[in-house]
């Protein structure tokens, strides 16, 4: 078995919080998520349009089920983490706008990801912001890869999962293609040819 590739920043634990200031000038706390943001999350939930919660869940929600919500907000330790972008305040008082969970897969070899950015801080860059949050958890635990089925017509995730490197696989589903997306952890990293 190969040895685990350190993230990028050793010395940052991917379970800090940051403070981030977003292209249109405004701020959000990049953490993990807590139990007191479950009432938040259950909120801004209603606050989605249609088309943001089919491209996360892949077909029509009303609501977040009770039980979903309580595993969301309670991560299991080294089993599964999630993470939010939020208001400045203190958990359970800030409105979640971003939400991004890994859940690893029972042989602890792989993870499955999922992101929702809301509609209020699209194109602000959160989507990347979080994504490199779960892959520096996924390889400080020992994770080899991580993957993702997006929506053929998600164009905007398909694109960063090009940018970061992910391998695709098509899939379908019933009223829709899928696309399997596939980040391979222990791959070695394409080195940068140095300018001249």
């Known amino acids: 078995m190969k040895p685990l590739r350190q993230p990028r920043r050793p010395s940052r634990r991917p379970e800090r919080t940051e403070v981030r200031r977003l292209p249109d000038r405004r701020e959000v706390w990049v953490r993990p998520v807590h139990p007191a943001d479950a009432g938040p999350i259950a909120g801004g939930f209603a606050l989605l349009n249609e088309e943001e919660v089919r491209r996360r869940y892949l077909?029509?929600?009303k609501s977040l089920d009770p039980a979903y919500l309580r595993?969301?907000?309670?991560?299991?330790?080294?089993?599964s983490f999630a993470v939010v972008a939020a208001e400045p305040l203190p958990p359970g008082q800030a409105l979640v706008g971003a939400l991004a969970r890994l859940s690893r897969d029972p042989d602890g070899d792989g993870a499955e990801f999922a992101i929702l950015v809301s509609h209020f801080l699209a194109g602000q860059?959160?989507?990347r912001l979080l994504m490199d949050r779960l892959v520096e958890w996924a390889r400080a635990n020992g994770i080899r890869s991580i993957r993702g089925d997006v929506l053929e017509d998600n164009v905007?995730?398909?694109?960063?999962?090009?940018?970061?490197g992910f391998r695709t696989e098509r899939k379908t589903a019933p009223g829709g293609g899928l696309v399997r997306v596939v980040l391979d952890l222990d791959a070695p990293r394409k080195r940068r040819m140095p300018r001249r």
């Open 59 to 61: 077909h029509p929600v």
């Open 71 to 79: 595993r969301l907000v309670n991560p299991e330790p080294g089993r």
């Open 125 to 127: 860059g959160l989507g």
């Open 156 to 164: 905007p995730m398909l694109a960063l999962c090009r940018l970061m």
